[in-house]
């Protein structure tokens, strides 16, 4: 019973660097976000799909790339890693928008 | 605009004591509500929502339309509900919105 799965837990990149991170979902939900998470800030939407093969911009999108080809996976991917990214990001499912969301584990990204 | 507001990004509260955890939101339509928690690295997880009306932990929100607000209360604090609490809303076929959180830490 996996759930959400958020791949890699920990990084750090260099600034310039470019990185994917992976979110698989084994529930079929139909949507999907991702979320940054830094202090006194809450949770920000990046980026989030609403199903297989669509994506649309959250309140935070510049710097962020995503695309989800398969339903149960969803893909945030930094082109040029700059400082202001590092940060937690969360990503989550849910069965469509008003149901419960759940949520990975998280991924620590520092980039220096 | 959607947006959920909660004032207070840290409440500080005796064990024993009442506990409120403020939530106003904007939307136009008729949103359903939720509050998540997130204790220490963790990830978050959902504590209670409008639509279930039942009480989990010990809390209870209610959603009051006139105020647009969705108050989350407990009675008695308990160190154990020392945690990040996000107030969140979403429409119909709509995305899921946060709110900033509230740390809530619970004094002995």
């Known amino acids: 019973n996996a759930g959400v799965t958020q791949t890699p837990k920990f990084r750090v990149l260099k600034t310039g660097q470019s990185m994917t991170l992976l979110c698989a979902q084994d529930?079929?939900?139909?949507?999907m976000y991702w979320y940054r998470q830094d202090p006194g800030m809450g949770l920000r939407l990046i980026h989030y799909?609403?199903?297989?093969?669509?994506?649309a911009k959250g309140e935070v999108p510049d710097g962020y790339n995503v695309s989800r080809l398969k339903k149960q996976n969803f893909l945030l991917g930094l082109e040029s890693a700059a400082p202001s990214q590092t940060s937690v990001y969360f990503c989550?499912?849910?069965?469509?928008?008003?149901?419960?969301?759940?949520f990975g584990q998280g991924t620590r990204l520092t980039v220096v | 605009a959607q947006r959920v507001t909660q004032p207070e990004k840290l409440l500080s509260v005796f064990k024993g004591a009442p506990v409120e955890l403020k939530c106003n939101y904007s939307y136009s339509g008729s949103p359903e509500l939720f509050w998540y928690v997130q204790y220490s690295r963790q990830r978050l997880q959902l504590l209670l929502r409008h639509i279930s009306r039942e009480s989990i932990k010990g809390f209870t929100a209610d959603l009051n339309k006139g105020e647009t607000s969705f108050h989350l209360k407990k009675p008695f604090a308990q160190e154990e509900d020392s945690a990040m609490y996000y107030c969140a809303l979403s429409g119909r076929r709509d995305k899921i919105i946060f709110g900033k959180g509230t740390r809530l830490h619970i004094l002995p």
């Open positions: 529930m079929n939900h139909e949507y």
């Open positions: 989550a499912s849910s069965y469509v928008g008003e149901t419960e969301a759940f």
């Open positions: 799909s609403v199903g297989e093969g669509t994506t």
